[in-house]
């Protein structure tokens, strides 16, 4: 009897076992372990499908090009972020908490969730006509923000404390990220709560 080749074998049962809706996560899990590990640069359909350990065909069932693979992961970010901002808006007592709250919940996303983070910001990832939903997870996230800036400040301000805001918080992210701040700062982490709690007890 031939000898059976384990390792072929385990990825003939892999592509076979993912149905339709598995196979979508798979990839955009596949594609989020690449760019983690390798850089977004290693992404491609093929280099995605062999992470998944699926055929080079199965990516085009649910993706037809690379952009359109990225994007998913994209609008993926985006809605996570709405959802991370969302609960920590609800668990704050006051507005000002809330949005001291929300900010730290921002930069903690990034630095929790770099693939994500770095994927979701990219110029041409981000037009709307592109991903119409993709622009209306981003637009629920910023809302998050905008809302409670809204219970805040007073209306002539609240749109310049929410660019403000959101620009701290993602500034420092990016910061973070890129190690800019490694040099600068004994504990990253300590000093983003304490710019939260700052910024934020100036408009109280």
């Known amino acids: 009897m031939r000898a059976v080749d384990v390792r072929n074998y385990a990825l003939v049962v892999a592509r076979t076992n993912y149905h339709h809706g598995a196979l979508r996560e798979a990839l955009l899990k596949a594609t989020l372990e690449l760019i983690e590990t390798e850089g977004i640069g290693a992404v491609s359909l093929r280099q995605v499908a062999r992470t998944a350990g ?10 037809p090009d690379r952009a ?10 985006f809605r996570l972020l709405a959802d991370a901002l969302t609960e920590a808006h609800e668990k704050a007592a006051t507005p000002t908490e809330a949005l ?9 996303f990034a630095r ?3 693939a994500y983070f770095r994927i979701m910001f990219r110029p041409e990832l981000t037009q709307p006509h592109k991903s119409p939903t993709g622009a209306e997870a981003g637009e629920a996230a ?10 805040c400040v007073p209306a002539a301000e ?4 929410a660019i403000a805001m959101w620009s701290l918080a993602h500034g420092y992210a990016l910061l973070w990220l ?4 490694d040099h ?3 504990d990253p982490a300590a000093l983003s709560h304490r710019v939260a709690a700052l910024v934020t007890t100036l408009i109280k």
Not at 100 to 108: G, K, P, S, T
Not at 178 to 181: A, T, V
Request: aromatic share 8%; charged share 20%; net charge negative.
């Open 100 to 108: 001291e709250a929300i900010l730290n919940a921002y930069v903690e």
């Open 184 to 186: 600068r700062v004994a």
């Open 112 to 114: 929790e969730n770099p």
């Open 158 to 161: 609240r749109d310049v404390v």
């Open 54 to 63: 699926v055929s080079p065909g199965a990516p085009y069932h649910h993706f």
């Open 68 to 77: 359109a693979l990225l994007t998913a992961l994209a609008d993926e970010g």
């Open 142 to 151: 910023f809302a998050v923000l905008g809302n409670t800036v809204a219970e």
């Open 178 to 181: 890129d190690g800019q701040l």
